[in-house]
């Protein structure tokens, strides 16, 4: 996995064996390999593709397919025979089949679903009911069960009859006749006990339970704090309707996280990888924020015009608007992303908002402080240099460089901080106030900012 | 878990159950909370803290322990008596252990050494020995192993004789006398298997492995793509050093990507919760950053005074400068997120580059043709408004405006996308070219778009 060396050759034997042209050998082959090894043949060979999932024993070529990317699945499922599409979808874990079908035009999932087995359709109806990114979604209805007055012995029968079908054996539960659970069981704890041991002694009642609606996104967190490779899902009723494996929830974590990341860039979330999307539906996704940033970003021209004649009579002041609005956009990305970053984490909530408002008053009056400082020695140490920009009141300029590039920047950071929490508040997702979002809002009351102080520092003197 | 209720509910027995003094009583009710809730109490109730910890059977105590935050951690191990120190950091899993001591000074880690058990104290230097963020490092010593020559019979003695103190069961290690990784087999085979089946006929050879120094944050690809729930950690001589379990990959995935997003917003790394990192570190943190770029920013005031005689002649050009440098800002914080964020999820290499440049500079010119075009019309639309400020070359002055911005978008995008890859070229951290970073860098080089352009366009005519 880890040597490039073993992927060299892995490709290489392939290509031996495909020119062969012996279908025999060719199964064997990919039969023998890890199934992520095969997940790469087929990237790397997109003209076999179909060819490798159909020569594949099916309950790999499902294996395989549940970890391939979207694109790469859908045009499988497009070249195949429909036979072989048939088998591959019924043999695919339920949880893992909605995954693929939510993806796909409602059309084209009828069609696929009428190709189910009666109870794979049932089940996957069923599935396909709950929300989106809810539990209901990625959790599997294959698990294993049993009840309380069961023996151990009797509980290893059971294993045995339903292993071959459930997503994972690690973790038993015990259900009554209702279909209540009752506590969910180690495989270890089994191994340990003596063979006519009840169900009943060996439980102690403590479970978690993640309810059939509850967000995707709080399933990670609550893994994380339990230390469980399964849990189960129940109805408001406690009825156990099915169970969620950690392994999921990896793919659901680096989702949420990948969605975070391109909203904080101001992009809508892609839910392909960059390259694999299509040309126009990426711009689709990039263009609209970049458009409502530039309209917003017009209102900058609107103040700068507001300020005409301050302009004309101290043109340096001009130069050095776009250093001051910058610095607050700065800050201001800074301090929206450790906030969302933060909240994403649950570290905080929208009940530390003065907490956190404290703190960044602190914050943005000694990073404000530093770079002010910054700013007034650039500008006092520059009117040497170019004397004639700047004149004879260079003491003054310095000062409201200093001075605005001090306010701009605490406007910055509480505004950067506020905005997620408050959006939050509002039930929007806070990853929406992105750096860019803050950078514009902070460019326009920049420049008021700006031109006020230099109002204040040089009335009378040179405006 | 997942009502408020039940929290509430948790808590208020806490407070009567401690406001009646009786130790066996706390005792009983602590040890009967599910571990999250137990960590929950102790964020909610820090004066009892260590009182908790002492209180909880070592065993849960430890479970406990892992999965609070460091903060809380270090104070805990700082009030508690050193006998119970000693027994909770006997108690800890070898890797836990490892990721709490690698957060302290030196001197600190070799007194916690010093009481450990001589196993326990060897496990944990040699752990320690492994470098940062390498597999070693969560690694854990904890497995159940067989030999090929074991029956079935056997690996399940074995098995109840170690899986009190493993990680995990859920897979089974085969050996050689050497301590050669022959094969992984999970339980649920063992379960299925008879008695007296050979473990030599039930391997297949087929296993995916770590090394000993890989990457941890290759690790979550490896697990995500393998469907495994433990893998085995080996040296380059193939010995079986220890194994990694999914939900130690879960808490390194969030941490790097909770990494990459602060490092996208132009901090550095943070390595405690916002709210418990002291002040003066949070700033240490946040300020060279800000430094940095508001530097960078300066040069915008340079090439500002470069094109001083043209702004003096048009005014109005300067009017648009927030706007226009903006637009690249933006777009190149967009580009930039996109491809660190595809690069984290290994979508992309570097060797794509070329693949990716060619479809930035269609995508730069769409976008930038959008924003031009809104660009164009403002232009033209506000001289109708403000003729004072326009003068007659309305139309000559919009499609600077347009052309500018298109220029500065189509170079707003390649910079953000060719620098992150740039930068892992070089190897650096790609997340560094964060949003504030591509921004500044395109503010400066933008001024010196528009202008040039605004030089062709109005040349003999207004300049």
């Not at 025999?24 to 790469?40: H, M, P």
């Not at 391939?68 to 339920?94: C, D, F, S, Y």
């Not at 009859?161 to 973790?171: L, N």
């Not at 003065?354 to 007034?376: M, P, Q, Y």
Request: charged letters at 25%.
């Amino acid at each position: 996995m880890s040597l490039e060396l073993d992927e060299i050759s892995i490709q290489q034997q392939f290509e031996e064996v495909i020119a062969s042209e012996d279908k025999l050998a060719i199964q064997e082959f990919l039969n023998d390999q890890n199934i992520s090894d095969v997940a790469d043949l087929i990237y790397e060979n997109e003209d076999y593709e179909c060819q490798i999932i159909s020569l594949l024993n099916i309950n790999r070529a499902a294996s395989v397919f549940k970890i391939i990317e979207l694109p790469t699945q859908k045009r499988i499922i497009k070249n195949l025979p429909v036979i072989k599409t048939t088998e591959l979808l019924n043999e695919l874990p339920a949880d893992d089949r909605v995954a693929f079908l939510e993806e796909l035009p409602t059309s084209i999932v009828r069609d696929l679903i009428k190709t189910l087995d009666p109870d794979e359709r049932i089940v996957t109806l069923e599935l396909l009911g709950y929300p989106e990114n809810s539990m209901g979604r990625i959790m599997t209805p294959d698990y294993v069960y049993v009840y309380e007055e069961n023996t151990v012995a009797e509980v290893f029968q059971t294993i045995r009859k339903h292993a071959r079908g459930s997503e994972t054996i690690d973790v038993i539960y015990v259900i009554n006749e209702k279909g209540e659970l009752l506590d969910d069981i180690r495989i270890r704890d089994f191994i340990l006990a003596e063979p006519n041991t009840k169900v009943s002694d060996m439980m102690d009642g403590r479970f978690i339970v993640l309810h059939v609606t509850d967000d995707q996104e709080m399933a990670s967190e609550v893994f994380k704090m339990n230390n469980r490779v399964a849990l189960p899902v129940t109805d408001k009723n406690n009825i156990l309707l099915g169970i969620v494996t950690i392994d999921d929830i990896l793919w659901v974590a680096e989702e949420e996280y990948s969605e975070d990341i391109q909203k904080i860039g101001g992009t809508e979330a892609l839910d392909e990888p960059y390259l694999d999307m299509p040309f126009w539906k990426l711009i689709r996704k990039r263009a609209p924020w970049l458009v409502i940033l530039f309209v917003g970003e017009l209102l900058t021209a609107s103040a700068m015009s507001f300020f005409e004649d301050e302009i004309k009579k101290v043109l340096v002041l001009n130069m050095l608007v776009p250093l001051i609005i910058s610095s607050g956009g700065n800050t201001g990305s800074q301090a929206s992303t450790l906030i969302i970053q933060a909240m994403a984490k649950a570290e905080i909530t929208i009940a530390d908002w003065f907490t956190i408002l404290k703190r960044e008053i602190k914050s943005g009056l000694v990073l404000g402080g530093i770079l002010g400082l910054v700013g007034f020695l650039r500008t006092y140490m520059w009117s040497y240099i170019e004397p004639h920009l700047y004149g004879t009141h260079t003491f003054l300029l310095a000062m409201v460089t200093g001075v605005s590039v001090l306010g701009v920047v605490l406007w910055g950071t509480l505004a950067g901080s506020m905005l997620p929490i408050f959006l939050k508040r509002m039930k929007f997702d806070p990853a929406t106030s992105s750096a860019p979002f803050v950078a514009t809002l902070v460019d326009v009351t920049g420049i008021v900012i700006y031109f006020s102080v230099a109002y204040l520092f040089l009335s009378g003197v040179l405006l």
